[in-house]
């Protein structure tokens, strides 16, 4: 079933545009649209895109834009080889940054017009319980700013 909303489908843009990335050792499993940034111990490592707060950006008497908040948070658990794991945590924010700053294009949202996409710098999860479940975790936030009819 497609979905009705538009930030169900900006969300859902986002993760198909991660999983067209082809980052290393991460399968398209792995990247996924959930309620919340992280789950537990049995999705490592993993991307969720989840939703953050919508901004209002003006509008129009017949439109009004909307900038969707579509947090990306990135985890992996650092237990074997540490350096690694961060170095691919990192280039995983990279590409993902890269590729909505430089190409920005969000494809399935049907519902409105996407007229431009911004990236913004996200906090990580709760740093005590991170360090205590040895995990190394970054986010970032893709705000697709969708120009909607008023109703």
Not at 50 to 63: F, K, L, Q
Request: hydrophobic content about 40%; overall charge neutral.
């Amino acid at each position: 079933m497609a979905s009705t909303s538009i930030f169900m489908q900006c969300l859902e843009g986002v993760r198909d545009v991660i999983i067209a990335l082809n980052l290393t050792e991460l399968p398209a499993t792995r990247v996924a649209v959930r309620r919340r940034p992280h789950d537990g111990a049995h999705y490592f490592p993993g991307i969720t895109v989840h939703p953050s707060a919508e901004r209002y950006s003006g509008g129009t008497t017949a439109r009004e834009a909307i900038g969707y908040g579509c947090a990306v948070t990135m985890v992996v658990n650092n237990d074997n080889d540490k350096d690694y794991l961060l170095d691919r945590l990192l280039t995983w924010r990279e590409s993902i940054r890269r590729k909505f700053v430089e190409k920005g294009a969000l494809t399935g949202v049907t519902s409105g017009d996407v007229y431009t996409i911004k990236v913004e710098h996200e906090e990580v999860l709760d740093w005590n319980r991170l360090k205590m479940d040895n995990l190394d975790v970054c986010a970032l936030c893709i705000r697709p700013f969708v120009l909607e009819t008023r109703t």
